[in-house]
Structure formats: structure tokens, C-alpha cells
């Protein structure tokens, strides 16, 4: 079966870090391009950050730039997003998502919270 499992959401406080991870099976992982999402409450959701199937490219919204890095292990079919210097804005479920053409995958989410 296909899934996709993200993890390492918390609570933090204004100027810390935190790893999120995603864990990827059922599928031919490396052929995917993984890009992390968020969402809040009443909003749409947004795009953070994307990596192509290799790990070559990679792109971030302005609002993270500097501040997230997004990486995968092939091998290990996992997808990362390292978040640091995290503000309040930064509170949303965070959301994996792998993609292959017209094929999407999407994890459940992980929570993070940034106190102000």
C-alpha cells in the first residue's frame, strides 16, 4: 500500500528548530518529486518547499527562504524539511506530498506550533 507518514511536529518557541520528516512506501519513491505544504485554519493551503526525484532542484516559497531546507534520502525513501529560526507565522499542519505526473500522494500531516 501507498503511504506517506510525516513526523517531527511539536511546540516550540520563537526561534527554534524543528525536523520534520516524511516516510514514504508502496511506491517507487526516487521517480517522485517531493514538495512539503501547510495549512492553517481558514486558509488555503501553501506550498513551503519542493525537491525534484534526485535531489537536485529545489525551491522555496519567499516567506521560508533562508530559514527551511528540504532534502530526501533516496535510499531510505524519506523527505525532509528542516525549519529553523521559526516564528509564530510558521504554525500550520505541515504536509508531505509526492507527486509523478497525474499521480498525488499525501500524507496525514504533522502539527507545528510556534509560540510568539
Known amino acids: 500500500q501507498v503511504h506517506l507518514v510525516e513526523s517531527g511536529g511539536g511546540s516550540v518557541q520563537s526561534g527554534e528548530s524543528l525536523r520534520l520528516s516524511c516516510a514514504a512506501s508502496g511506491f517507487t519513491f526516487s521517480s517522485f518529486v517531493v514538495r512539503w505544504f501547510r495549512q492553517v485554519p481558514g486558509k488555503e493551503r501553501e506550498l513551503v518547499a519542493g525537491?525534484?526525484?534526485?535531489?537536485?532542484?529545489?525551491n522555496y516559497a519567499d516567506s521560508v527562504k533562508g530559514r527551511f531546507t528540504i532534502s530526501r534520502d533516496n535510499a531510505e525513501n524519506m523527505a525532509y524539511l528542516q525549519m529553523n529560526n521559526l516564528g509564530p507565522e510558521d504554525t500550520a499542519v505541515y504536509y508531505c506530498?509526492?507527486?509523478?505526473?497525474?499521480?498525488?500522494?499525501w500524507g496525514q500531516g504533522t502539527q507545528v506550533t510556534v509560540a510568539p
Open positions: 525537491i525534484s526525484g534526485g535531489g537536485t532542484n529545489t
Open positions: 506530498n509526492a507527486y509523478l505526473y497525474a499521480t498525488y500522494y
